[in-house]
């Protein structure tokens, strides 16, 4: 079992830079999957990257590519989104969240969620 927590949200600027973390607790941090989603009131959560517990595979919403990284430190429990060149468009609360299972949709484990809000 992992727990998550996200932080790192806040008010930025369009074309500003944040970079969100996921902290989590559990002694098998290490063998899940992590991915990011969002979600605006009033509109569907959207997938926004995740990465492989390995490191070794990512994969990212058309939406973000280029422009949002995701990255992970194991040894800290740690999975960063460093999100540039940010849009109005991508203000939402963003979830991390966790699974065992690479390509499937179904993730056993979420966050509270952070806030990020782009001001135009």
């Known amino acids: 079992q992992v727990q998550l927590v996200e932080s790192g949200g806040g008010l930025v600027q369009a074309g500003g830079s944040l970079r969100l973390s996921c902290s989590a607790s559990?002694?098998?941090?290490?063998?899940?999957?992590i991915a990011w989603f969002r979600q605006d009131p009033g509109k569907e959560r959207e997938f926004v990257a995740a990465?492989?517990?390995?490191?070794?595979?990512?994969d990212y919403a058309d939406s973000v590519k280029g422009r949002f990284t995701i990255s992970r430190d194991n040894a800290k429990k740690t999975v960063y989104l460093q999100m540039n060149s940010l849009k109005p468009e991508d203000t939402a609360v963003y979830y991390c969240?966790?699974?065992?299972?690479?390509?499937?949709?179904?993730?056993?484990?979420w966050g509270q969620g952070t806030q990020v809000t782009v001001s135009s």
């Open positions: 559990g002694r098998t941090f290490s063998t899940y999957n």
């Open positions: 969240a966790a699974n065992r299972a690479w390509g499937n949709a179904q993730y056993n484990y």
């Open positions: 990465i492989m517990w390995t490191g070794g595979r990512r």
